[in-house]
């Protein structure tokens, strides 16, 4: 899956280059990105609804699919093991 649009977040530059690969806390690996007009590094989540986000995209994805196939939040919150909350935001 790709997260990145290609453009520096900051000035817009296409002049990026991927700088070096980190794992969160989850184990899911993530690209560090540096744009060398604008001088800055950024994630590949930068400014994205995920930014934050500690759980794997995997799972984000496989509980919105439940979602949207009519499983209740109930449901999804046992099947997957997310509170509510998580569902939420």
């Given at each position: 899956?790709?997260?990145?649009?290609?453009?520096?977040p900051s000035?817009?530059?296409?002049?990026?280059?991927a700088?070096?690969t980190?794992?969160?806390?989850?184990?899911e690996?993530?690209?560090?990105?540096?744009?060398?007009?604008?001088a800055?590094?950024?994630?590949?989540?930068?400014?994205?609804?995920?930014?934050?986000?500690k759980?794997?995209?995997?799972?984000?994805?496989?509980?919105?699919?439940?979602?949207?196939?009519?499983?209740?939040?109930?449901?999804?919150?046992?099947?997957?093991?997310?509170s509510?909350?998580?569902?939420?935001?």
């Amino acid at each position: 899956m790709t997260l990145f649009p290609g453009r520096c977040p900051s000035c817009n530059g296409k002049s990026i280059e991927a700088q070096r690969t980190y794992t969160i806390q989850c184990g899911e690996p993530r690209t560090l990105y540096y744009c060398a007009p604008g001088a800055r590094s950024f994630s590949e989540t930068r400014h994205t609804p995920i930014a934050q986000l500690k759980t794997p995209i995997a799972l984000v994805v496989q509980v919105l699919a439940a979602l949207t196939e009519g499983v209740g939040i109930n449901a999804a919150t046992r099947l997957y093991g997310v509170s509510k909350n998580s569902i939420y935001r």
